[in-house]
């Protein structure tokens, strides 16, 4: 940094990262690992010129230091992006470790720097975070740091407070979205979290499920979903117009693969007194996929105790239809993409038509979501799809409006007769 002051010539940090250096570790021994670290060492000092530094941070982390680069910013990233593919040229080329044959790919993260940059540290954090972010897309590439990075990790960390916040103050609501049969009578409801956040009002579900999923916060959440949404079956059975309405409960990855899953909703399920019959669980195709041995297994074990399954956002995942025949499942809900294009995009209604079709085969109940206009009404119950939820017939609205709307007993105006 210094340097960069009295030449005005810029410097670059690379951050490389070996990409699956532990399977190698794990399956061939640390001294095998240790091999390719050096050799590694070898190839990297071999590209870079006399004056550039080459290091091994730890692991299987290096760092190289490229000196004397163009005073012109621009030209400088060119040249740190041409040395990133003479690395990743010559770290991509075969090994022999130990007698056999190995490839490696890495993950670099790049930061350029110049007369105005004083903390070294804080460089060295910046190449980190624009080398995660490579790994986060599958690793073997190059990517420099944007400060909008360092803005969205912040953003994410201070969600993630916020979120366990939300948690421990009860800044969470479950809002119940009606679901028609084709009678315009009410037949379910389905729970979506809501966010009051002090400051920001209220905040739905897509701008903070993934932060959720990613900290491993998306487990008690969607624990205090279950458990809310059963008190309020539960609750429902006291008035006659209600205790027939089934209440769906999504549940996301993490939470579904989680070792005491079945446990708690089997336990939420006791606790409340509420009928297993009248809660359904959304799944989604790739979260099914994902392990289907333990998919089934866990859908298997809270379908003896009466609770009903629905694949959600179906079509947009990577349907196996193998699969959905061995899954004890009872519903599919059309996702509101195709719903959405109905009448307009010719492939879209061939997509409904089709799963309406497969439903039927399969012997599983379907549900259109996302119903906004008459025609797709129409179009869906004219194809033999017989269940709706869309803001045609009503949004998600808090529990007490739901209730007052099912004891009224009235079909939504916008349906048609
Ligand atoms: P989803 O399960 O597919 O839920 C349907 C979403 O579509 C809801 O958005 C709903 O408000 C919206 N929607 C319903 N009808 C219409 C319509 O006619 N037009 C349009 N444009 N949209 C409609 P929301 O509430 O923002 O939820 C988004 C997603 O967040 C949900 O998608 C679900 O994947 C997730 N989510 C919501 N609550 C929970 C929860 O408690 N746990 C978990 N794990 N995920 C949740
Ligand atoms: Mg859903
Ligand atoms: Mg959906």
Known sequence: IAMTGRTQRRGALLFLDLDHFKVLNDSRGHEVGDLLLKEVAQRLRKVVRSCDTVARLGGDEFVVMLCELSTEQRESAAQAQRVGSKIFESLGKPYQLA??????????????????????????????????????????????????????????????????????????????????????????????????????????PGAFIGVAEHSGLIVPMGLWA?????????????????????????????????????????????????????????????????????????????????VMFAMDDFGTGHSSLAYLTQLPLQQLKIDQSFVRHIGKRRADDVIVQTIIA???????????????????????????????????????????QLQAQAMAGLAPEAMPS
């Open 99 to 204: 007698g056999q044959s190995h490839r490696s790919t890495c993950s670099i993260g790049a930061v350029l720097f110049g007369p105005d940059q004083v903390q070294a540290a804080d460089l060295l954090k910046q190449a980190d975070i624009a080398m995660y972010q490579v790994k986060a897309r599958h690793g073997n590439g190059l990517c420099f740091f944007d400060p909008q990075m360092q803005v969205d990790i912040s953003a994410r960390a201070q969600m993630e407070a916020d979120l366990q916040t939300a948690l421990s103050d009860n800044q969470f609501e479950l809002h119940y979205q009606p679901q028609y049969n084709v009678h315009g009578q009410m037949i379910g409801a389905e729970a979506l979290l809501r966010w009051h956040h002090p400051e920001r009002g209220m905040i739905f």
């Open 226 to 306: 279950l458990r809310q949404a059963c008190a309020q079956l539960c609750a429902w059975q006291r008035h006659a117009s209600c205790a027939h309405l089934q209440v769906s409960v999504n549940v996301s990855a993490r939470q579904f693969r989680h070792p005491e899953f079945v446990a708690q909703v089997e336990g939420e399920l006791q606790r409340s007194g509420a009928p297993a019959h009248l809660l359904k669980l959304e799944l989604t195709e790739s979260l099914v996929l994902d392990d289907v041995r333990d998919s089934i297994a866990k859908m298997q074990a809270l379908r003896n105790k009466g």
């Open 358 to 400: 497969m439903a039927r085969t399969l012997d599983l109940e379907v549900i259109a979501e996302g119903v906004e206009t008459v025609q797709q009404h129409e179009f869906l119950s004219s194809h033999g799809c017989f269940l709706y939820q869309g803001y045609l017939l009503g949004r998600p609205m808090p529990a007490q």
